[in-house]
Each structure stands twice: as C-alpha cells, then as structure tokens.
C-alpha cells in the first residue's frame, strides 16, 4: 500500500517453521478456484518467522513497532464492513525504532485454539491466518498468509439406521432405509428401497445429497440450498414388493463436516433428498437430514477437545432411525 507516490520500502513474508514437512490442503477460494494451504489442526502450535527485507539498504525504516497476529474470522457476505473475530492472538516483535538491516523476527503461538474448520460458502466465509503488521505513521505495511484448519471427529458412540415409510394414499407407500445416520467424508451410503404399494406409473428415481447454508439470525436469516449429487437409483417403473439397493460413495464429492450454529453465525447441514418422478413429469420427494464428519487419517494426542467439540455438534439432530408415520411426499417443484 502507498500513499502521495511513495512506495513501500520494504518487503514482508511470513515462513512457518515446519514448511517443507507440513501437509497442505486444498480448499476453495471466494471466486470458487482451488488452492493449497498449509493444514492445521485445533491445538497444533504455529511458530515461524517474520522476514522483512529491505528494497534499498542504504535506507533506514522508522516504524511504530511490528507485531504478528494468529486470527480466526467470520465474514459474512452481506455484511462485509464487519469481521466477527473468534480467536485473536497477537505476538510484539520489536518496539517502536528502526530497521537498518534486512532481518527475521521469531514467533510462536503455542497450541493454537482453533475450534472450527474453514470453510468457504456462498454467503459465508470462515478462515484463518497469519498477520504481520509494521506499524508506520502514514501507512502500515501488512502481510497476510492464510492457512486451513480441519476439525477431526472421534467416530460416533450412537450411529442408528435411518427407517422412514412414505407415500400417498392409496397410491403409492414405500419404505426407504440407510445404514447410518452419521457419515464420515469417505464413506459409503449404503440403503435400500422397499416398495409396498404402486398405483401410479413412476418413471425415475434418484437420490440427491443437498447442502443447506443458513447465515445469519433473526430476521436476516439467509438459506442457500446447493445440490452436490445426484445419483440415479432407477430408471423404469417398479413393481409391488420390488427392491432396490442403494450404494453411494461419499469420496468423490465436495463435502465438509456438518457445522451447527458457528460461533451463532451461520450453519452448513446435509441432506437425502430422495425423487421419484412419474409419467407426467410430477416430482415426488421425501427429505432427510444426515450428519457428516471428518475422521482423521492418523490418531492425534492432541485431539481430546477436538473430540468434544464434535460431540457438541452431534447434540441436538432430529433422533434418526425412528420410523415415522407414513404422509405424502411433496408434489410438484423439486424446488426444496
């Protein structure tokens, strides 16, 4: 940044110390591209180095102090004048004086709370990063380099089947069936689809995995529903007692953990969406809420409040597995 023609007199980068060792991850951008970050996990340490590198050497650089900072920030889309900071931890490099050499600054942000994953969303951003700040009378020179965090999940103690019976009246009844209610990121949706009474011509079938983005609260509340797949189940009209066996396998797809209430900011959720389609092009739909979640490749010592979190987070779902009245599916729009 430069104000009245005058450039900046001295570069800044930020090197963390286990850089060449340190797992990267790939993680979408606000304009939707792709790229790597390094990868953090909640209670890792972040130590590095602040190097400031002088463009002209025989010139000194008065500055008002120099600091890093580790910060973790919600920015919502529509409210972009305001960052909602949920950790904010900062380091003093060096007093107010000055630079007469280019030179490297040491920090350390010992086991670094970091209690929620990035995440890059259509109304919503999460994300974490590094700052150095040389303070300056007219202008600052500021440095930012972003990192990931994934949140790692201990598997689920309750892990019930999803049982439900739908239909319409005298029409059509089925009964749909999942192995799980809870999912990691690369897991198999395994199911079946039993079909007790068919008196209307159905065509089609499919399963959709929809994402639900909630932002905001009260009555600037934001839903954004996004479909990630869709995976054909049939193709041709069914018979009474005919089953149909559904295998899903989660790994190709962009999903991220399920997140409740963030910081009471915003919410991503996870759904099967299950469409049957009929002859006359009507849509048929029954919708139900899963939970997804990351699991680690390798076990953490370090992951105990990792675990708590996660386990905050499965508090609270709708109890899965419980078979529930039969009603009638949604005609009309697939618009959920």
Not at 126 to 133: C, E, I, K, N
């Amino acid at each position: 940044m430069s104000f009245f023609g005058f450039g900046q007199s001295v570069d800044v980068d930020i090197l963390l110390n286990d850089a060449d060792s340190r797992r990267r991850a790939e993680h979408k951008t606000e304009d939707g591209k792709k790229d790597k970050y390094f990868l953090f996990y909640d209670g890792e340490t972040v130590s590095g180095k602040v190097s400031l590198a002088l463009k002209n050497p025989n010139k000194r650089l008065e500055h008002q102090g120099i600091k890093v900072e580790f910060i973790g920030q919600i920015e919502l889309y529509y409210d972009r004048g305001n960052h909602h900071e949920f950790v904010s931890l900062v380091k003093d490099l060096a007093r107010p004086g000055e630079v007469t050499q280019s030179q490297a600054f040491d920090f350390e942000f010992t086991h670094v709370e970091k209690p929620y994953e990035s995440y890059t969303g259509q109304n919503v951003k999460l994300r974490y990063f590094l700052r150095a700040t040389i303070s300056r009378r007219l202008n600052d020179v500021v440095k930012e380099m972003d990192i990931v965090v994934h949140t790692l999940s201990t598997y689920p103690e309750l892990n019930s089947s999803i049982k439900m019976e739908v239909g319409i009246e005298d029409c059509l009844h089925i009964e749909f069936e999942y192995n799980k209610s809870k999912y990691h990121l690369k897991d198999v949706i395994v199911g079946k689809i039993y079909f007790l009474l068919v008196r209307i011509k159905i065509k089609h079938m499919e399963i959709d995995i929809i994402k639900r983005e909630t932002t905001g609260t009260g009555p600037n509340v934001y839903h954004e529903n996004d479909t990630i797949a869709k995976y054909e189940i049939m193709d041709g009209a069914p018979v009474r007692g005919e089953s149909i066996p559904i295998r899903l396998f989660l790994a190709g797809y962009e999903l991220t953990p399920t997140m409740r209430d963030i910081n009471k900011k915003f919410s991503v959720r996870y759904y099967l969406n299950l469409v049957l389609i009929d002859d006359e092009e009507r849509r048929y739909f029954k919708q139900q809420e899963v939970v997804l979640w990351r699991k680690g490749d390798i076990v953490r010592k370090s992951m105990s409040h990792q675990a708590a979190i996660a386990s905050q987070r499965f508090e609270g779902t709708t109890p899965l597995g419980e078979a529930r009245t039969p009603g009638p599916l949604s005609d009309g729009s697939s618009r959920q």
